[in-house]
């Protein structure tokens, strides 16, 4: 009987024992480096201004232990590059970079580690982010789930299909696609992913301001539904939601689905889309991050990370903390 080949995402789960780590986050690391992104665009700023930032970041976070980097296009859209007045051709070379940077820090990275007999580290897969239509609009509408009455699946299709075929062309090992807070752009993500036959295994992550449901106000069953429908789709989860959250979604998401659960959340400061800034709340520091991690491989989850306000640092005590207790 002819077994079915595993992905690679699939076989980097396995060789790790069952359960990998994804990197932190990006934004906030880039302006540590004195980045300036106080941009529509956010860290995708730094692909057209300071691309040696971002590989900078990328490599800090190989170090920490990632196990997948994901890419700086989150905000990365070819109408937002187009309302700073680049061409489509520009906007459409600046995804293909975000992937390259990314696979030159992974390659480069990997050809020293392997040299060095006493090495730890694996050979990372690199995710091309797609973020959500309200990161585009740069609004804080990712966390609210209302896109208004015009904004329905065909649009939110075109929306994003160019910009997926492009990052595809560029040769990832994964898509990941973020900080969805509603059931449509998931409908619309697994649709896009079915019609234009795409073969990268992906990820599709929601968010949630209340621990229970997607922003929309969604239950995250009917959420899943949609998500579960897709063999293309190997990982499901959550994303940029604080992580006092994640326990307990972890424990909803595994009665819902058989996919492997992905969780990344943020640090627990809560971003104002509108004073575009960070708001105090109920915070984790590194030192719970690598406590937690460890609660939540053993509920169930399968690829684990960091968001928003989270650090190379944050993502070396998970990392430390998960291969301490395989």
């Known amino acids: 009987m002819k077994t079915e080949k595993k992905s690679l995402l699939q076989d980097l789960i396995e060789i790790s024992g069952g359960c990998v780590v994804t990197d932190g986050g990006f934004a906030t690391q880039l302006e540590k480096h004195g980045a300036s992104i106080n941009d529509p665009l956010w860290s995708a700023i730094s692909l057209i201004k300071e691309p040696h930032l971002i590989k900078k970041v990328h490599l800090e976070y190989l170090e920490a232990g990632a196990d997948i980097l994901v890419t700086s296009s989150y905000q990365a859209t070819i109408p937002g590059f187009l309302s700073r007045g680049l061409s489509i051709e520009e906007g459409e070379s600046l995804l293909q970079r975000s992937v390259k940077l990314a696979v030159e820090a992974?390659?480069?990275?990997?050809?020293?580690?392997?040299?060095?007999?006493?090495?730890?580290?694996?050979?990372?897969?690199?995710?091309?982010?797609?973020?959500?239509?309200?990161?585009?609009?740069a609004d804080g509408s990712e966390y609210r789930g209302l896109y208004g009455p015009d904004v329905n699946l065909e649009k939110l299709?075109?929306?994003?299909?160019?910009?997926?075929?492009?990052?595809?062309?560029?040769?990832?090992?994964?898509?990941?696609?973020?900080?969805?807070?509603?059931?449509?752009?998931?409908?619309a993500f697994v649709e896009l992913v079915e019609e234009l036959n795409v073969e990268i295994p992906s990820w599709i992550?929601?968010?949630?301001?209340?621990?229970?449901?997607?922003?929309?106000g969604e239950s995250f069953q009917d959420c899943l539904e949609v998500v579960n429908?897709?063999?293309?789709?190997?990982?499901?989860?959550?994303?940029?939601a604080p992580p006092h959250f994640i326990e307990s979604l972890i424990s909803k998401f595994t009665q819902l689905t058989k996919k492997a659960i992905i969780v990344y959340p943020n640090?627990?400061?809560?971003?104002?889309?509108?004073?575009?800034?960070?708001l105090p709340s109920k915070c984790f520091h590194d030192d719970d991050f690598g406590f937690h991690?460890?609660?939540?491989?053993?509920?169930?989850?399968?690829?684990?990370?960091?968001?928003?306000?989270?650090?190379?640092s944050t993502i070396q005590i998970i990392s430390n903390a998960l291969r301490k207790n395989i």
Not at 112 to 131: C, D, F, H, M, Q
Not at 205 to 216: L, Q
Not at 293 to 312: E, M, Q, S, V
Request: charged share 25%; net charge positive.
């Open 157 to 187: 299709k075109d929306f994003h299909r160019r910009r997926l075929q492009v990052l595809v062309e560029a040769g990832p090992d994964l898509l990941a696609f973020e900080t969805i807070p509603n059931k449509l752009e998931a409908q």
């Open 205 to 216: 992550c929601f968010t949630s301001v209340d621990g229970e449901n997607a922003p929309s």
């Open 106 to 137: 992974r390659d480069s990275f990997w050809t020293s580690a392997k040299r060095n007999p006493e090495n730890r580290y694996r050979r990372t897969l690199v995710a091309a982010s797609i973020g959500s239509y309200g990161a585009y609009l």
């Open 293 to 312: 991690a460890t609660r939540w491989r053993d509920l169930g989850a399968k690829i684990i990370g960091g968001c928003c306000r989270t650090t190379p």
């Open 229 to 240: 429908k897709s063999s293309k789709v190997e990982a499901v989860g959550i994303n940029c």
């Open 267 to 278: 640090s627990g400061e809560v971003w104002d889309g509108i004073a575009k800034k960070w």
